[in-house]
């Protein structure tokens, strides 16, 4: 058991590690079919973990639901929501319309969801206001740099702020082109290296905390 | 309680207010300021003008319903000059809940340009597997997507006649509101496909991409409404962006105020309290 538990997933891990490292530079056909054939059975994982997704959430908000936690309303919406919407796009064959006609499960779509995810995102906008009112403070020299940086870059992104201060524009690319670029590299280098080490650590076997159950 | 005290505690309430009207009064009423276009826009509106007729255009509409306001016209944008330059259109998604108003999208511009489905342009629709639907389609396009949003068979498509893989791909922009987006496109797409590669963002997105395109990774960048705005502007065909570009004006100078008067409440009270 303890093969098929532990020592198992860690070949497997190893084999298909080191294999599609190296399919990267092998150009061979016979390389090229395995990824395709590789991808292909991702893309059908992928399918089958949206229906453990959905599982797993329905699972999360019934208990919720049977207990009566604090906000189980809520997990009822959802659960209406979701059983709603399959039902109709089950009924629909999952068209938003036929033949020019919108469907219900259309319905659902254009008067339901698009504007509960448009409203949800508007929202943000008084947010950061409100929130820019309470906490962008020049408290040290670190902030204050951070706040002018902000400052110009709103301007200068802005037809308005062009039309006020005409340099805005050119000092908020030059921003945005040289000092976010060079630090986004930095920060996207160490990321990537972070990346490679772990990678290497997994396939070798040394980070097994997927696998369950923490270090052995 | 000082007056910059009382201040600093206003009601956020009177903040939404301030910002309400500030995005209201300028869609109600607007100036029409003109609007610079940026190197940025420019190379993907540069790089489309250079592709020859029948040229095929790869457009992944990367975003759901949430970030419809900023890149819906970019998206409506783009269309139109591909259209507009007579090449291949061929639309997708890699985001399940963006799904059916890609497709509304695509068919709408379509219609207005009078394109005929199947010849001048095809949705593909959506396909399971973000990244792996790239790396897919990099390999084979039809074992990616083997029949396209109605159901109708890609292989039948004469869109794709000559289309086998990304490989084959005129230019790619994709239009991405998170992951999978751009970055993913390049990662998995571009850097082993090769082909040319353009991105649209919403504006909070933008920053993280400059180092895609100083690069030369991505050829433009267009950075949420305001690249939208300056796009319409490079068409000659403005549109929703270019009408919010006023009301975005306000609400950054908005913002801008009470950044400012937040520190000077902040540093009245401070040299109060010594």
């Known amino acids: ?216 | 309680m000082s007056f910059s005290e009382r201040m600093l505690k206003i009601d956020r309430r009177i903040i939404f207010l301030m910002i309400g009207l500030c995005t209201l009064l300028p869609l109600l009423y607007p100036v029409g300021l003109p609007i610079k276009i940026s190197s940025e826009v420019r190379g993907v509106y540069d790089h489309i003008e250079s592709l020859p007729e029948r040229s095929v255009f790869l457009l992944s509409i990367d975003f759901d319903p949430a970030s419809k306001p900023e890149l819906y016209p970019q998206a409506i944008a783009l269309l139109r000059h591909a259209f507009r330059k007579h090449l291949r259109v061929v639309t997708m998604t890699l985001w399940v809940s963006g799904t059916g108003m890609a497709d509304q999208l695509v068919t709408q511009v379509a219609k207005e340009m009078g394109k005929e489905y199947g010849t001048d342009y095809a949705f593909l629709g959506w396909s399971p597997g973000g990244q792996a639907v790239i790396i897919n389609m990099g390999q084979d396009l039809y074992s990616a997507f083997p029949s396209d949003y109605s159901g109708k068979s890609t292989k039948d498509l004469p869109v794709l006649d000559g289309v086998r893989s990304l490989k084959d791909v005129g230019y790619m922009v994709s239009l991405g509101a998170g992951r999978p987006g751009v970055e993913e496109w390049y990662v998995f797409g571009k850097d082993k496909y090769k082909f040319e590669l353009g991105g649209g963002c919403t504006g909070v997105m933008a920053p993280g991409l400059y180092p895609l395109l100083r690069s030369g990774q991505i050829n433009g960048l267009i950075g949420g409404l305001r690249g939208a705005a300056e796009y319409e502007n490079l068409i000659g065909q403005k549109g929703k962006a270019v009408a919010g570009m006023d009301a975005q004006s306000a609400t950054h100078l908005a913002i801008i105020a009470l950044v400012i008067m937040c520190n000077l409440f902040y540093f009245s009270l401070r040299q109060q309290r010594g």
């Open chain 1, 1 to 216: 058991m303890i093969f098929l538990r532990r020592q198992l997933p860690l070949l497997i891990t190893l084999v298909t590690g080191l294999l599609f490292a190296a399919q990267y530079y092998v150009p061979h056909p016979a390389s090229e079919q395995m990824l395709t054939s590789a991808t292909k059975w991702l893309q059908i994982v992928g399918g089958f973990a949206l229906i453990l997704g959905v599982t797993s959430l329905f699972h999360q908000h019934a208990v919720k639901i049977r207990r009566q936690e604090a906000g189980w309303g809520y997990s009822l919406v959802l659960y209406v929501g979701m059983l709603g919407t399959i039902a109709v796009g089950l009924w629909t064959n999952g068209k938003e319309s036929v033949e020019g006609t919108m469907t219900a499960f259309g319905w659902v779509y254009n008067y339901m969801m698009v504007p509960l995810q448009g409203t949800m995102f508007a929202i943000l906008a008084f947010f950061i206001a409100s929130a820019a009112y309470r906490s962008f403070r020049a408290k040290s020299r670190e902030a204050a740099v951070l706040l002018v940086a902000a400052v110009i870059v709103m301007m200068g992104r802005v037809p308005l702020g062009e039309y006020l201060i005409p340099l805005s524009g050119d000092v908020s690319s030059w921003i945005l082109n040289v000092l976010n670029s060079s630090v986004r590299r930095a920060i996207l280098i160490g990321v990537s290296l972070g990346a490679v080490a772990l990678s290497f650590k997994i396939i070798f076997g040394v980070e097994r905390s997927y696998l369950g159950g923490g270090k052995e």
